[in-house]
């Protein structure tokens, strides 16, 4: 009866997120409030055994440490320059904002990222009397795609190195080659798809060229000071399986050491933070948990072991193509949740070395990390791109981000599972 129970509000919670009801913060506190409440779980045990706080901690300090970053103009930059790089051209402007967005999915999440993108490529569009629409729909697939690289770039990836104990560098020398791979396939896709609508005005090369783009620097000393920071952040997310030390650890630390080497107003640097992100993977998790204690994870990774038959190059299969297609259907997050405790089962179930279960971790992240590009509502980029969007007078329907998802999704999917055959089979 409690499985039954835990199954129906994780399903109902993710209904309400998907339509839209409730704000999914709200909804995943009201669920994990519930659950709790009915006793399938009791608060100290999904606060110690289900928070995954490691994942908290390394989403919270790349936070405050983006914040203090942002301030600087820096990103402004970095889009104006790839606008002139381009010399006014939408089809070559479309291909330089999304590899810089890519790029720095792999090192920011790629939320953060299109937050920081998408109001410069408002500006560019604006200055190109073009159509936006292109540029957003190929950058925030591009932040998916990118983002896939690192252990940080996007919070799925956070969650299975944070459960599977994979170091930065492990997911480097994983995934990078593949992101390398697949994002000239899904950007060639959409360049195709795109051409017809990619026009700009006669002066636009010039409006273009005037815009001074060292002007967006805004405080040339924060920048030196952020980018120090940040550098022996990532240095240290490399090194950290030989330091000792987690994640968690290593954002924290470099966030606090910004704080104080810049000289920050904590409290307003503070107030940059995603809260209800924060707050919402604690609900989440909690939701998760109790799928997990009553045995529902358990239950399926016993089927996918009988249809796929343990660590088989079948199994990765499916994990990549049905991690994919959910994903879509699902937002990436709560469903990356969900199958990590599967994994881990199946890896208990078929005693399997952790050399072994690897390919099939590998698997999970680029089918979950890919398969956000399928819907509106896959990842939260899209969402947050979405919401921006409309905001500006742009709305992204959700059908023509289908459209335009199906085939970059089927791509990039194909791209992953010819990658983990023949890399790890």
Aim: charged share 15%.
């Amino acid at each position: 009866m409690q499985e039954f129970f835990a199954v129906a509000l994780f399903v109902v919670v993710l209904a309400l997120i998907a339509f839209e009801v409730l704000n999914r913060t709200v909804a995943a506190l009201l669920g994990a409030a519930v659950l709790i409440s009915f006793g399938v779980l009791d608060q100290e045990q999904a606060a110690t055994e289900f928070v995954d706080w490691n994942t908290i901690g390394l989403l919270a300090g790349m936070m405050v440490i983006v914040a203090i970053l942002e301030r600087t103009g820096v990103f402004e930059y970095l889009a104006i320059k790839s606008a002139q790089w381009g010399k006014a051209r939408p089809g070559r402007i479309l291909i330089l904002l999304s590899v810089v967005t890519a790029f720095l999915s792999a090192f920011l999440d790629n939320v953060t990222t299109v937050i920081l993108m998408v109001p410069v490529t408002f500006l560019i569009a604006d200055a190109l009397e073009s159509s936006p629409m292109p540029f957003l729909l190929t950058q925030v697939m591009a932040s998916n795609v990118g983002g896939a690289a690192t252990l940080i770039g996007d919070p799925p990836n956070i969650l299975i190195g944070s459960a599977a104990d994979l170091t930065f560098l492990d997911f480097v020398v994983a995934l990078t080659p593949v992101v390398l791979l697949t994002l000239p396939a899904v950007l060639g896709v959409l360049y195709l798809m795109f051409r017809k609508d990619l026009s700009c005005s006669k002066d636009a090369e010039q409006t273009i060229g005037a815009i001074d783009a060292a002007a967006s620097i805004r405080d040339p000393v924060l920048l030196r000071k952020s980018l120090i920071v940040l550098g022996l952040v990532i240095v240290a997310f490399f090194l950290h399986g030989a330091l000792h030390l987690e994640a968690a650890t290593i954002a924290l630390f470099g966030a606090a050491a910004l704080m104080l080497y810049a000289k920050s107003d904590v409290e307003e640097v503070l107030r940059e933070v995603e809260w209800p992100t924060l707050l919402f993977f604690v609900g989440l998790f909690v939701l998760v948990g109790g799928l997990e204690a009553t045995g529902f994870v358990g239950s399926i990774a016993t089927a996918l072991t009988n249809v796929a038959g343990g660590a088989s190059a079948l199994t990765a299969v499916v994990v990549i193509w049905g991690s994919g297609i959910a994903s879509g259907i699902v937002d990436n997050i709560p469903f990356t949740a969900t199958m990590i405790p599967v994994i881990q089962d199946l890896a208990r179930a078929e005693g399997l070395s952790e050399e072994e279960v690897r390919p099939l971790w590998w698997s999970l992240a680029l089918g979950a990390d890919f398969g956000g590009n399928l819907t509106l509502i896959g990842a939260s980029a899209n969402v947050v791109v979405a919401g921006m969007s409309e905001r500006a007078g742009q709305r992204i329907p959700f059908l023509k981000f289908m459209l335009y998802g199906i085939p970059v999704t089927l791509v990039s999917l194909l791209v992953a599972t010819v990658y983990v055959l023949v890399r790890y089979y």
